[in-house]
């Protein structure tokens, strides 16, 4: 018979759950009652403890490493704007005329949406409100706006009403965007931003990351996808010896 370690002293289960967290970026309270052998309402107090101690961040049904606030997206959008516009100019050349396209949440992909090309019978889906917002008045372009709880730092829906949409949707073309980028993957920022991301390479038959060169720079708790899971990455330079993925050097 299998039997969970309980975790009697309250020392020992938080640094079991910062363990967990450092090893993963990300875990579930549910999972944490099981594996700790205690209950959810000690869990919740676990949780909230090293939240407010700074040592965690709390999310929706668990917690995440902690990070430094996120960058506002105004703010984000003015930094690499020229190698943002110059991206998303060499990205819309893989759209398609007549397909769907998947636009996902970011401030570069929120330059190809304006650079989309016209009259080209698109049908664009996105749970991005700045892309919604610039996409709304095109009559040439058949949008599918993805709703779900609003996240304002992202300025874009999450959760799992989001999920849901996108689970019986088909795209032909998703461009995909990432808080840091390495040499085995994409990486996101929050388990739902992760998990939408997730969902929307699945319904994709092809995903195209576009990313500047800062996000090798930059960490993020959760990983998205390996480059195998990608079809090329668009971008204005790369680290020395990168060799995870086709890459087109804007």
Not at 201 to 214: E, S, Y
Request: proline share 4%.
């Amino acid at each position: 018979m299998e039997v969970s370690l309980r975790y009697s002293s309250a020392p020992h289960r938080r640094a079991a759950i910062l363990r967990r967290i450092e090893l993963d970026g990300y875990v579930a309270a549910a999972d944490l009652v099981a594996e700790l052998g205690v209950s959810a309402n000690t869990v919740r107090r676990d949780l909230r403890r090293l939240a407010g101690d700074g040592l965690v961040r709390a999310v929706h049904g668990g917690a995440a490493a902690a990070e430094e606030a996120a960058t506002p997206f105004t703010d984000r959008s003015t930094q690499a704007s020229g190698a943002k516009l110059a991206i998303a100019a060499a990205a819309v050349r893989h759209v398609e005329p007549g397909t769907a396209v998947a636009l996902d949440s970011g401030t570069t992909t929120l330059e190809i949406a304006k650079l989309l090309p016209a009259d080209a019978g698109l049908t664009v889906i996105t749970h991005s409100l700045p892309a919604i917002a610039v996409l709304a008045p095109r009559p040439d372009i058949t949008l599918i706006g993805i709703g779900g709880q609003y996240g304002r730092d992202t300025r874009s829906f999450g959760g799992p009403e989001t999920l849901a949409a996108l689970e019986h949707l088909s795209v032909r073309t998703l461009f995909l965007a990432a808080t840091a980028l390495d040499g085995s993957g994409v990486y996101g920022a929050t388990p739902y931003e992760a998990e939408t991301k997730r969902r929307l390479i699945a319904v994709a038959r092809r995903t195209i990351v576009a990313g500047d060169a800062r996000k090798f720079a930059l960490s993020a708790p959760i990983r998205v996808c390996g480059w195998d899971a990608v079809e090329r990455l668009v971008t204005d330079a790369v680290p020395d010896g990168f060799t995870g993925v086709r890459v087109e050097i804007t």
